[in-house]
């Protein structure tokens, strides 16, 4: 049972346009949200974060949007860049009750220079 | 110059024998966890840790074990009984407290089992 759902393996983007990165997730109890970055053969690194009490975190470059009520987060990269050609991790976590956090499958970024 | 490492990067090893994967921060962080990442999957929690020599299972455990000696470093060991082994191994920290808090990760142990 995916708690947390990437539905987009992929997304190929031209450079300097918006990026747009999709989540989905079905446990109500998730209060917390995050996005990581992975290039290959390293390990993921965080990039930004939201808690379930707001529904808008910007950083620099990156915004990430929340629907409470339709259990989506979207990730907004404007403008995109060939460096961030990597894969997007989604992950959802419970703010108590534990230290589990769920990963998305991830969605692969492709910025076309 | 704060992070975390582990070693080795690449590692082989023939079916049946166990094999150790190191990890090692110097974050200060009190939580420490396993994740196993294969192809068109999320990570998958293997084991975590919150605290010196107190562990806790995660949703993959069989066939893996983990020690917490020391709040620097916590190794994982993949046993003979691991049915499917060869993986991206991939060790995070984190510290600990009210609420939510981002990972830490390390760059990947890259494991093939023949």
């Known amino acids: 049972d995916q708690q947390v759902k990437q539905n987009s393996p992929s997304l190929s983007v031209q450079e300097g346009r918006i990026s747009i990165l999709n989540c989905d997730y079905t446990n109500s109890m998730f209060d917390y949200f995050l996005w990581y970055k992975k290039y290959p053969a390293e390990g993921p690194t965080f990039l930004i974060s939201i808690s379930s009490i707001k529904d808008k975190n910007e950083d620099g470059r990156f915004t990430v949007f929340l629907n409470k009520s339709a259990k989506h987060l979207s990730l907004h990269i404007v403008p995109s860049q060939p460096g961030d050609s990597a894969v997007y991790f989604c992950?959802?976590?419970?703010?108590?009750?534990?230290?589990?956090?769920?990963f998305g499958a991830g969605t692969r970024l492709f910025v076309k220079a | 110059d704060g992070g975390i490492t582990q070693s080795p990067k690449y590692l082989f090893r023939k079916e049946g024998q166990n094999v150790t994967l190191s990890c090692e921060q110097n974050?200060?962080?009190?939580?420490m966890y396993w994740y196993r990442q294969d192809p068109g999957q999320g990570l998958r929690l293997i084991y975590y840790?919150?605290?010196?020599?107190?562990?806790q299972k995660g949703d993959i455990a069989e066939g893996y074990s983990v020690s917490r000696e020391k709040k620097e470093s916590f190794p994982l060991t993949v046993t003979s009984a691991q049915k499917n082994p060869t993986a991206f191994y991939l060790c995070?920290?984190?510290?600990?407290?009210?609420?939510?808090?981002?990972?830490?990760f390390g760059p990947g142990t890259r494991l093939t089992v023949t």
């Open positions: 974050l200060n962080h009190d939580a």
């Open positions: 995070a920290s984190s510290i600990v407290g009210q609420g939510s808090y981002e990972q830490y």
């Open positions: 840790s919150q605290i010196v020599n107190d562990f």
């Open positions: 992950a959802a976590s419970r703010s108590t009750g534990g230290f589990k956090t769920i």
